[in-house]
């Protein structure tokens, strides 16, 4: 029985899930994009279907200031105690750690508690004896990273101990990602380390006590793709554990998929995986197992293809998609730069109006008239009409532009768009990759209305502008420069829908959405 990796594709990094109720939930990290926390549901592990975000209010989400590929949302975690969820988080741009709870899986959560502890990626373990612990990473003094623990009362948040370092890890870079499991009268402290990037690697230690001495996995690092330069998927760590419902035991990782060129990069983001976990010896061992190894205690990897060491009930997974204004719910699928003001936002049946504002996207303490869906795959055909508001409209003297956005952040991206200079409108494009910010030259319209269309494969997008007759081929640029080796940050690019108009006049209306793409 074989199954895909990653199971979620596109921006979903940092992933957690537990089991509740015979489903399954998991949650990724956002940043600076808003609602906050994608929150998914499952029945078989294997396919996850969105029903919400933790985050979707500013009181419990507050983004100004906050860079997108940095800064607000790091890793989640979620955890099901005695009927309630919990989401636990970091916003760095903000309130530092917090959680969140709800009663009703499909409702509204609450407003954040705050716990004064440090670091990023908290976790709550819930032991035996009703006692909560949080748990986070730390630094000491002279930067060396472990994990940190304290108890809390878990109706304010309150710490009842001070933080004591539990490990110190396996010597990896950026000791992050921890959480702590019961299993078997065992305490098993897991984490990941050597950095979210190519050498990323997910260890853990068990105890029979919760403060240890812990003993480390003679297996670790017990996943990692490290070893494999020339394999697409890379970076695997950070995840989380659970056990099913059938009794087979889960795990579900970060990781991404590079393009295989020298030196390598990747564009869309830190993407969801899931693996298998077989137990041995009160050991746990997860992923593929890399050359037979698990009998000697090897490490597991993450491959692309995973065929399961267990039966396992799933529904055969489908990566195709046609998605349109008609099948994009504005709840799920939509994002926006920081806190929006969603009066500038219309979402129709088969339209989008974005109102125009005059912040661009290079302005950091407010939220730009943009909204975007993740690009989850490589290969992708997009195409838009976008029409601006006709002249009369719009403010004298403004100057209007709006169109669609490969955004990877502020600083990197993509646009092709209409402008409208005066009492006429041209069609444009810009490739903007740091301070190497080019505009194209400009061809006159018609009209105020113009169609785009986007071809994407792994190593270059094309923007054209499609009229009746032809594809004019306004911008052709590498996909390599909206990768996170060149843009760093966390996230992946994003297909933006934006306005701006000197005047905060116009209005841009998108119809004729379609994204296609077809992959394995
Ligand atoms: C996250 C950390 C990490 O908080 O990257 O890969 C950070 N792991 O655990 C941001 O996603």
Redesign the pocket.
Known sequence: MKFHNPVLRGMY??PSMCAANGKYYMVC?TFSYFPGVPLFESDDLINWKQIGHCLTRKSQLLLENSSITGGGI??PTIRFNNGRFYMVVTNVSNIGNFYVWTDDIYGEWSDPIKVEQDG??PSLFFDDDGKVYFISNGNDKTGRGYIQISQIDIETGKKLSENEPLWYGTGGRYI??PHMYKFNGYYYLLN?EGG?EYG?MVNYARSKNLKGPFEPCPANPVLTNRNLGGYQLQGA??GDIVQATDGTWWFCH?AFRQIDKYMPFHHLGRETCMEPVIWKDDWFYIGTPCCSLFDKQGYGEALLEVELPFEHKFEQQNFNYHKNFQNLTTKNDWNYLRNPHKENYEFGIDFLKVKATNKTIKNLEDSPSWVGIRQCAFEEEISCQVELSKSETVSKGSTAESGLSLFMDENHHYDIFITKEGNDFYANSRICVGQADSLKEKLKLASNKATFKILANAYCYQLFLQTEKDMILLSQADTRYLSSEVAGG?TGVYLGFYAVDSNSSAVATFTNLNVVHKEK
């Open positions: 990094p940092d990290s790091y890793a990023i990626d992050e990602a990941a979210t990323h760590g950070h970060l966390f």
